[in-house]
C-alpha cells in the first residue's frame, strides 16, 4: 500500500472527478491514464462514485486511485471496498481521521486556516490539502504558512488552473496541486476523450515548474 506521501509525488496534478455514471468514469478514467496521469481523485459528490472507483482501479496496474468529498466516516470502508487507495476529505475531524485508519485509506485532509493546520499536526499529518485553494488566499497564504509550519506540505485544490498552477507548484511547501481542469463539461458532454488526453499530457509536463 502506497503512503500519501509517495501518491502525491507520482505527478504534479491530481485530477478532481465527479461523473455521472460509472461508464462516464471508466472512460474518462482510461483517457487520463492514456495521457500520462496515473493519480486520480474520484469524488462521492455523485451516486456513481463508488462504481467508477471500482472500474477505474482495474484499468491498470500503475493507477491509483483514490476517493475524494470523504465527509462521513462511513464513507472511508465503502470507498476501500470499491478499491480506493487513499482518501481526500475537504475537511477533517477525529472521527474522519479514525475511520481512515480503521479502514486502512492513507487520508490526504483538507485544511483552510492555521487551526485546522494544528488539528492535522497533532493526528500526524506530514501532507494536507489546503481547500479552497484560490478562495482562501491562494499563493500569499501558502507563503505564509511556511513561516509558522516549516515542515508541511501542502496539495492546494478549489479553483486553480492550468495557467495558475505552475505558480503553486514553484513553491517549496506545495508537492502537486489539484485540479477538475482536465476534464470539461464540453469534452465529458460531447465524450471526446481525446481531448481529455491532451490536457492530461499537457498536466503531467507541469512537473518541470516543480520547486
Not at 8 to 31: C, K, M, N, T, Y
Request: glycine share 10%; aromatic share 6%.
Amino acid at each position: 500500500m502506497k503512503t500519501v506521501s509517495e501518491i502525491v509525488r507520482l505527478g504534479p496534478v491530481i485530477p478532481v472527478l465527479a461523473f455521472d455514471s460509472a461508464e462516464q468514469g471508466e472512460h474518462v478514467s482510461r483517457a487520463l491514464h492514456a495521457g500520462g496521469v496515473k493519480v486520480l481523485e474520484i469524488t462521492l459528490r455523485t451516486e456513481a462514485g463508488l462504481q467508477a472507483i471500482e472500474r477505474a482501479s482495474q484499468l491498470a496496474p500503475d493507477i491509483v486511485v483514490g476517493v475524494g468529498t470523504i465527509t462521513r466516516p462511513e464513507q472511508c470502508a465503502l470507498a476501500k471496498k470499491a478499491g480506493a487507495q487513499f482518501g481526500v476529505s475537504p475537511g477533517l475531524t477525529k472521527d474522519i481521521h479514525q475511520a481512515a485508519v480503521d479502514a486502512g485509506l492513507p487520508l490526504l485532509p483538507g485544511v483552510m486556516t492555521p487551526s485546522d493546520i494544528i488539528v492535522a499536526l497533532e493526528l500526524g499529518y506530514e501532507i494536507v490539502k489546503f481547500f479552497p485553494a484560490q478562495q482562501a488566499g491562494g499563493v500569499p497564504m501558502l507563503q505564509a504558512f511556511q513561516g509558522p509550519f516549516p515542515t508541511l506540505k501542502f496539495c492546494p485544490t478549489g479553483g486553480i488552473t492550468a495557467e495558475s498552477a505552475p505558480t503553486f507548484l514553484a513553491l517549496p511547501n506545495v508537492v502537486c496541486v489539484g485540479g477538475s481542469w482536465l476534464t470539461p463539461k464540453a469534452a465529458l458532454a460531447a465524450q471526446n476523450w481525446d481531448e481529455v488526453t491532451r490536457l492530461a499530457h499537457a498536466a503531467t509536463e507541469l512537473a518541470a515548474h516543480r520547486s
